[in-house]
Structure formats: structure tokens, C-alpha cells
């Protein structure tokens, strides 16, 4: 491992007094051969804050903050690769939450391993012997793919709600699995992920989605979110959607119930449209129970998911994008749709076009893990391409008359940006609409109070 390490992990470990070590997930994944250039560089010691600085000085790293009261350093190098370091501790909570209520430095490698999540994650590289240490018996466990305890799951979890969380995603990245202890100890404690901040939940769940990017593979985002049903955490956290869970759908259509489609609607899903895929029938659950239907649930799971990302604390625009897509996934599911109002819709929505394409293309794959083209696609394709060879404009800028030449008819004010617009879906049925004259005399054939 010793040859991976920056050039100042290594400075910074000879200028130290103490033993320095690497933990965590890059060890971890160095042992599993799936080792990345963009690792995680989580650091530890026995050795006070101090110590560090001043070898951090010595060896022309940064130090960007310091927090006495965790031990913890965080340090930049030269070339930008930052650094967590945190001193060997012992930590108490209060149940469930994620915030340490009392902590206890330590020079005892064992006492700090006990205070992580899983054995996996404690194994300790010392950079200057260029030896791993193995505190809690992690190695195994990173060989047969296992995710166990540091302590009792009861302990761990009951601990620090997070870890539910973290289980999940840890899984999805990893493709390890938890043992029976695991699993039995978070579904005991499942409850404890609504005392988590909810920004640090969605962290959690938004890397869980991207999995598929590490180690754990394709099957990542799915596999996470089975552990999340099967521990009851995706419950407690999203429960619009877990109702879902048993959810029996047309047979015709369907081979899985709602939440499995939904899940499966993520495998095939490209990691822009995930959250959509996760939520695209959240609505569902709803509209079956209040309506003993789900006609309504595009609309219905639109509002829902809308709800849920507002209280996660998601990112704001997308979750209005996710939103959006979640509204439009079933826009003329049948294909009765009239080519004239799909052509005002692709333009309405030309900026969600491929994601929307991407989502529906999920959606239909999910159905009875279908890989050909969704219908409804290669529909909404073709027209689109219709357009494109006719030259149709798909912003105001391109059409070829501008505000200036309504200002000059007549118009002003709030009705050149309605008129500017009449034009663009008037071009948008048919592109050789889009020329000087042809646009003015549409203008005079809609405004003739104004000429």
C-alpha cells in the first residue's frame, strides 16, 4: 500500500514523533483490490492535535481547521489531496445520536477500532513500519466480504443512528454483505434514523443511488435499497414509499409489486434520473388507498416527492427537476397522445427531455426487465427528430422575428413575451412556419385589433 500513498502522507508520517496510520475505507478497499485514485485519506494516531500541526508545518501542508474537542485535523498538500486526521479515542453516546456526548482520547489502537462501525473499516495501515494492523480481526472479514460490528450490532447501532444508514450504502458500495448479527441489530434499531439530521440522511442516500460508480458494482443502488426495506430504516425514512412494499400491480404490465418496481426502476435507471426513478411512483401508494386506483399518481406522487425531498433538505433545484420528471413520467403511456400536442410538449420540456427519455426508458425496463426501446420513447424520438429536420426552434432566440419587430407591430410590455411564445409552439408544428413573413402574418391573424 505504501507505493498508493501521496508523497506527503508519507513526509507527514516521518515528521511525526508518533506512529501515524491510514483507516478506514481506503484500507478497506486496498485489501478488497478495488483501490481507488480518488480514496477517502482518513488518518489517525495516538498523537495530539498539536503534534500534527507542527509536522504539517515542517512537511508544507495546510492546515485548513482544527477541532480540539474531537482530536480531529483537517490538512491540505500541495497539490490539493486533502487529509482527516483524527486522534485515537474512545467515544460514549447519548442513543442514537450521531454526535458523541463524551469523549476520551486514548493511546489504545483496540479502544479507538471500538468506536467505529464495522471490522472492515478498522483496519490500520502504519505508514512508517509499512505494515497493516488488525485490531478487531477485520482482514477476514474484508476477504469474505463481510460487514460486522466493531461490537455488538445492538451497541453499534443503538449508538449511532447513522450507522443504519451507512449499513445500507456501505453494502451498495462495497458489495459486502452484513452477517445475521448485523442485519438483526439494525432492524432492532431502525427507528433511530429519524433522529439523524436530515442533510446527513441524504448524503447517505444520494451516495447509496450513485453505488454503482465503486466497488459493489451494477447491482450497488439496487442492493442497498433491499437492505434498507429489509432492515425496516427505508420505513422509517421514507415511509410514502414503503407502503408500497406488497403492492400487487396489473399482471399484464407488472411482474413485481410497487416498491420492487421502484427498485428495479432504479437498476436500470442512468445516474442522472435516480431519485426520479426511486420516486416515480410514490404517488401510487396513495392514490391505491384513497382511490382504489393509481390514475391519479403521476400528479399525486409529484406533490409527495416534492414533500419528501423538502424534508430530506435535498439540493433545491434538483429537487425540482426530480419533481418535474416525476409529474411527466407517464405523459402518453397509451400512445394516443396527438403528434401536434406531443410536439408542443417536447418543446414545453425540451430541457428535460433525456432525463425524462432516460426515466421512462427505466420505467418500462422494470416493468418485466424489458431492455428493449420503450415505445413510448422511440414515439416521442421520432418526433423529436421530425422537428429537428425541419428546423423547428426550440428557444425564442432562434425564432426569426425578435421583440423589437413586435414592439414595432404594436405589441408591448407582458403581451411581446406571450406573442414571442404563440410563435414558438406555432413553429413548432411545422418548421418552415419559422421565417420573417410567414411569423408576421401569423402576428396580424392573432392581434387584427392592433393593425
Known sequence: MNQLLPRS??????????PLYVVGGSVRDYLAGCFSASADWDICSPAAETEVERAAAVC??????????TGTVKLTDEE??????????????VRGLHTPAEIEFTEDMVRDARRRDFCANAVYYEIGADAFRDP????PDIRNRCLRTVAPAEKV???????LARLARLAAETGFSPDEECLAGATRNCALIRDIAPERVYAELDRLLRADRKAG??????????????TGVLRELLPELAAGDGMAQRADFHAYDVLEHSFKCVYYAPLSVRWAALLHDVGKPFCFLRDGNFHAHPEEGARLAADILARLKAPRKSAERVVRLVALHMRDFDLRMKESKVRRDILRYADLLDDLFALRQADYSACKDDLSPAPGVVKWRAVLAAMRAEGVPFTLKELAVSGDDLAAFG???KRIGEALEDMLFYCA????RNTRAALLKHLEHIYKENV
Open 157 to 163: 447501532f443503538g449508538e449511532d443512528g447513522l450507522r
Open 9 to 18: 502522507l508519507k513526509a507527514l508520517a516521518a515528521a511525526m514523533q508518533h
Open 60 to 69: 508544507g501542508m495546510r492546515v485548513t481547521s482544527v477541532y480540539r474537542n
Open 429 to 432: 408544428q411545422d418548421g418552415s
Open 80 to 93: 490539493g489531496t486533502g487529509f482527516e486526521f483524527t486522534r485515537f479515542r474512545s467515544d460514549k453516546y
Open 411 to 413: 405589441l408591448s410590455g
Open 136 to 139: 478487531l480481526g477485520g482482514i
Open 217 to 230: 458494482g451494477a447491482q450497488g443502488p439496487y442492493r442497498g435499497l433491499c437492505i434498507l426495506r429489509a
